[in-house]
């Protein structure tokens, strides 16, 4: 008689240590949600540099980042590296559509805010991705025999190159990353905005790709 009561107690106690273990793994997964966005960013201390490098992309607002940068006198120079767009270009150029890429925006940008035109330094050689950016970028630092350069790019695109520099270069120069002030990004509340939640998930995924060993390449 004894057994009723004794079944309808276990399964209510099973149910509630259930709801709690759910209620833990909702409010786990709100955390690291709220956190996520702020992980990606990094803002390095700034120090005098050989450049002051726009990633590609993001147009208008790394470069603005970078002639602010320039003003206040961290480096002599402004370089901009350029994205494999050849494919574009010529379809394009098949419609007679004039096309202007990310990284002419961004000289355009510099010269229109105080960046003289001989201070402006195009990286010739394409990148399809973050990771060949920073290898252009060691590059054109190792020809000029600098130490390091300020790297400019958007909020949650900073830990990935800070992590794909010291994996592609290590210690050997020093990258100091830094964001642009001017591109909205809510880094508590990302998941609310279509284009910031993309930018998170992207940034996540790149990173681990990264400690993964690239498992993912791009498209060739």
Request: charged share 20%; aromatic share 8%.
């Amino acid at each position: 008689m004894s057994t009723g009561p004794l079944a309808t107690r276990c399964w209510f106690r099973s149910l509630l240590i259930l709801a709690l273990a759910l209620a833990l793994l909702a409010g786990l997964g709100y955390w690291a949600m709220t956190r996520a966005g702020g992980f990606l960013v990094v803002d390095d201390p700034l120090q005098r540099a050989r450049a002051i490098v726009v990633l590609n992309g993001a147009a208008p607002f790394r470069a603005m980042g970078a002639a602010e940068l320039y003003q206040q006198g961290w480096a002599p120079e402004v370089w901009i590296t350029t994205a494999y767009d050849r494919d574009a270009t010529e379809a394009y150029r098949r419609m007679s559509i004039a096309y202007t890429s990310d990284a002419e925006y961004s000289r355009k940008v510099l010269m229109k805010l105080g960046v003289p035109a001989g201070a402006i330094r195009m990286l010739p050689k394409p990148i399809r991705n973050t990771d060949e950016e920073v290898r252009v970028i060691a590059g054109a630092l190792q020809q000029v025999g600098g130490s390091g350069v300020i790297i400019v790019t958007s909020p949650p695109h900073t830990r990935r190159v800070k992590t794909l520099w010291r994996i592609e270069v290590g210690d050997q120069k020093q990258a100091i990353v830094r964001h642009d002030t001017y591109e909205p990004y809510d880094p508590r509340h990302w998941w609310r905005h279509t284009t910031e939640g993309d930018d998170v998930v992207h940034e996540l995924l790149g990173l681990l790709n990264a400690r993964m060993g690239f498992v993912a390449q791009p498209d060739r």
